[in-house]
């Protein structure tokens, strides 16, 4: 088996527009197409990072929340690397998203922030 890389990440959200705008107008991501799914009353919308397709952003009426706490099995949060964790911080405090305070990773040194988009998923910004 060859494995060439992590094609995409599928996210379901519970309010389409408040989702897309936190993806694009927060994260910055861009669409690349947004397809809506009449018979299942859904969207199916493809979004980039600097032209390269990451997050398929899925929405269906009344999907069950999100298991945060205690912590469940399966995918447990998103990471991006950023060039500066105070940087980032000032555009999520701009914006009104909250987040924790940074800490250091103990294995790397380097220093990662926790927030999360509006349906409670755990993004995070990882130190370059």
Do not use: W
Not at 34 to 49: I, V
Not at 61 to 87: C, M, Q, W
């Amino acid at each position: 088996m060859k494995i060439n890389k992590v094609h995409h990440v599928a996210v379901l959200c519970s309010d389409y527009q408040r989702s897309l705008q936190f993806y694009t107008q927060v994260l910055g991501l861009e669409v690349l197409g947004e397809h809506y799914r009449a018979e299942r009353d859904s969207y199916k919308t493809d979004l980039a990072l600097d032209g390269q397709f990451i997050i398929e952003l899925f929405s269906f009426p009344n999907p069950p929340k999100r298991v945060t706490n205690p912590e469940a099995a399966g995918l447990r949060h998103l990471a991006f690397e950023v060039d500066s964790i105070e940087d980032n911080l000032a555009v999520l405090d701009s914006l009104g998203v909250p987040h924790e305070q940074s800490r250091v990773d103990p294995f790397t040194g380097k220093r990662f922030v926790f927030f999360a988009d509006p349906d409670g998923l755990p993004i995070e910004f990882y130190e370059k």
